[in-house]
């Protein structure tokens, strides 16, 4: 059986809470939070991201939070939440259901990294 993307994004949406830009800083306050920018690094470059979070590309996601892929970043822990984020909250719906399935219990979606900018918060300034 086939799905489409929009049936994708609907069943992470389903495991994995949208949050605002206000109730993201209210996660930040509590410390210990991991904030990951699944956009590609051109965008990035291009249009920044937020302040204090990593860039991990939506298709290296799984090989950076497993510890037992090759590619294990050890920022991902799972005893902490993780806010991800994308360009309008597709990527990082769909990064936020498979850090769901890898066993990250606390795990949010703040959507696109324009509402976030349009809440007035603070970002890392663009590079290219």
């Known amino acids: 059986m086939s799905v489409t993307v929009k049936q994708m994004v609907e069943a992470a949406d389903a495991v994995v809470p949208r ?34 979070a990593i860039n991990v590309s939506r298709g290296l996601l799984e090989f950076k939070a497993d510890p037992f892929a090759a590619g294990y970043d050890a920022q991902f822990r799972k005893d902490h939440p993780v806010i991800v984020y994308c360009a309008s909250g597709g990527r990082s719906a769909l990064g936020g259901k498979a850090l769901k399935e ?5 795990v949010y979606n703040l959507g696109g990294f324009k509402d976030w900018v349009a809440a007035g918060g603070a970002i890392d300034q663009p590079t290219a």
């Open 102 to 106: 890898l066993g990250f219990d606390e």
């Open 19 to 52: 949050i605002t830009p206000a109730q993201a800083r209210e996660i930040l306050a509590r410390g210990d939070v991991l904030v990951v920018d699944v956009r590609d690094a051109g965008e990035v470059a291009k249009e920044g991201k937020i302040a204090g």
